[in-house]
């Protein structure tokens, strides 16, 4: 404890959001080069700061648009901040969108190979963790059929067991913990749990608030964009079940 892994400074993101509906690319191109297209700006993020320890575990609280998971993507690299900036020291690994990395047409099997080189992992990494990804996402004998006829659960499953091969330095999680069924969730928080044990340094996004009670020592509290209140987890969690 007591070594930042994660520093945000001041971070904002802004979208420009179309006043008008335009139906096709055509009619796009021609509004846009007469100066005709009208946007709104809208800040999703602003002026948001704080600094994450080595060991420690925050949730992120807010309702819907509040602006938790463009955060996540700011700090995971998926998005480039408009403004303030942001420092990571060490191995991130994030769990955003389960199966985003997937190839519809590909099989199970070869979607593990595929998703684990986007995750930086070696062909000789994956083949070693190959049986273990498998059992853990208890989708054996569907391995050898197209991603495109996997459930939504089943997909779920194998990229949590994919990304969750490793012990990553830093975590972060978007609401990955209420993918599947029950069985499931046990058995997906339970291995979180194990990575907790191991000391890594996890960002939590949930909207169950003892989840981050039981999970987390520290948290944020965003409301459109901004951040609301940032501390011990108890004590925010309460703050935003009274609010």
Same mark, same amino acid.
């Given at each position: 404890m007591g070594k930042s892994v994660i520093?945000?400074?001041?971070v904002g993101m802004q979208f420009n959001l179309s006043q008008e509906k335009v139906?096709?690319?055509?009619?796009?191109?021609?509004?846009?080069?007469?100066?005709?297209l009208l946007f709104q700006e809208f800040w999703a993020l602003k002026? $948001?700061?704080?600094?994450?320890?080595?060991?420690?575990?925050?949730?992120?609280?807010?309702?819907n648009?509040?602006?938790k998971s463009t955060l996540l993507k700011i700090i995971s690299g998926v998005m480039k901040p408009t403004e303030g900036n942001l420092e990571i020291k060490g191995k991130l690994v994030p769990l955003l969108e389960l199966g985003a990395g997937f190839d519809s047409n590909y099989t199970g099997r070869e979607n593990i190979y595929l998703?684990?080189? $986007?995750?930086?992992?070696?062909?000789?990494?994956?083949?070693?963790?190959?049986?273990?990804?498998?059992e853990?996402?208890?989708?054996?004998?569907?391995?050898?059929?197209?991603?495109?006829n996997f459930s939504s659960g089943m997909r779920a499953r194998?990229?949590?067991?994919?990304?969750?091969?490793?012990?990553?330095?830093?975590l972060v999680l978007d609401e990955v913990l209420s993918v599947g069924d029950a069985k499931f969730r046990q058995k997906s928080e339970a291995r979180i749990m194990e990575l907790f044990d191991e000391g890594i340094t996890v960002l939590?996004?949930?909207?169950?608030?003892?989840?981050v009670k039981r999970l987390c020592n520290k948290a944020i509290w965003l409301e459109k964009g901004k951040i609301v209140m940032q501390g011990d987890a108890e004590e925010v969690c309460n703050k935003y079940a009274e609010s």
């Open positions: 520093k945000v400074e001041n139906d096709n690319l055509k009619e796009y191109v021609i509004k846009m080069l007469k100066r005709e002026n $948001i700061s704080f600094e994450i320890e080595k060991g420690d575990r925050m949730g992120v609280l807010g309702l648009g509040a602006g998703n684990g080189a $986007i995750l930086g992992y070696t062909k000789e990494f994956l083949d070693e963790k190959y049986d273990e990804i498998v853990f996402a208890e989708i054996r004998d569907f391995m050898d059929v197209p991603i495109k194998l990229g949590f067991a994919i990304a969750t091969v490793v012990e990553p330095e830093i939590f996004v949930s909207h169950s608030i003892e989840q």
